[in-house]
């Protein structure tokens, strides 16, 4: 019994030994979801165009802002937070590469959180999209005219802001997934 | 040695003896998932609503249906595909009850699985949830009409069915934290 003793105590103190690390591609993926986060934003933000537009006989000058549609204002919201927490679980995952015995309890409290952020920020792509999708195309059963062919750098900034944030969602999905994996190597088969 | 010999192998023999097993709660949140999107689709699909509107000085009758808007499409699609899913997963889940030397396997491509059609019907619920707003308050910014003062069945299905859309993404992600958190569990400390 006394091995047994010794063997477990040698395993406890080198930090789980068998499995794979994958924490390097995690701060890599963190990065790339903070970048497509400040892409987004700065693309949405700058997004605003002014036009002249005929209203009662009279052209007048008419603005396009994404702060008129609740959407927007959402997507906004939603990626600022998930470029927040980009930036401080990049930090947190580069802090455990140095210290290796926190490592699982920040795997588990990675996919929670990054569960809750793909959820906020999908759900926001998905808001984004379908009113700009309405402003490309219109509804012609709803009453709802097109506005891209008149707000033509408008809708090309929200286009180029929702592809990027669509990237950033896949990102999300791959983080969970190498969280997932990362924990599930460490069980021992 | 032959003393940790036998204790590796009496621990390999029963199947992953440490960690905890929520995998009861994991099949009633799958059926909890199932009965949300078999809901969702139900009430969506039944919103058809005709109105007589004032249409070039005549009362027309004029149906509203879900299938007019794209976002409401994708939204039908996304809960279709996930309540096939969670009927699948449950199915699985329950297997997996009765041969546990499976679960640690199923667990993973669990939290996959999930992690994706958590993007998909978040990023659904944000359209239609959009969509609705529009018909609900309009936006004047764009020349976009409320209809909902009109269709208010139609509005009504739409409200009832992306509230228990919303039900279902939090479900979605309550499944992932609870994959990871009993894989986590598993994992020698």
Request: overall charge positive; glycine content about 6%; hydrophobic content about 55%.
């Amino acid at each position: 019994m006394a091995s047994t003793d010794l063997e477990y105590k040698s395993s406890s103190t080198q930090p789980l030994p068998a499995g794979v690390d994958y924490f390097k591609a995690d701060v890599i993926l963190r990065f790339m979801l903070l970048a497509a986060s400040v892409v987004a934003l700065g693309v949405i933000v700058s997004s605003d165009q002014t036009e002249l537009v005929l209203f009662q006989g009279n052209l007048v000058p008419q603005p396009a802002k994404f702060k008129y549609s609740p959407a927007f204002v959402y997507f906004v919201a939603a990626f600022s937070v998930s470029g927040l927490y980009a930036l401080i679980s990049a930090l947190a995952s580069i802090a455990v590469i140095q210290k290796p015995e926190f490592k699982l309890k920040f795997l588990l409290h990675f996919i929670f959180w990054d569960a809750l952020i793909l959820g906020i920020i999908a759900s926001a792509t998905g808001a984004a999209g379908s009113v700009a999708y309405i402003g490309l195309k219109g509804n012609s059963h709803m009453g709802w005219i097109k506005v891209c062919n008149v707000y033509d750098k408008f809708c090309r900034h929200l286009a180029g802001s929702i592809a990027v944030a669509l990237f950033g969602s896949i990102v999300t999905i791959l983080l969970i997934w190498l969280s997932a994996f990362t924990i599930h190597s460490r069980v021992p088969k």
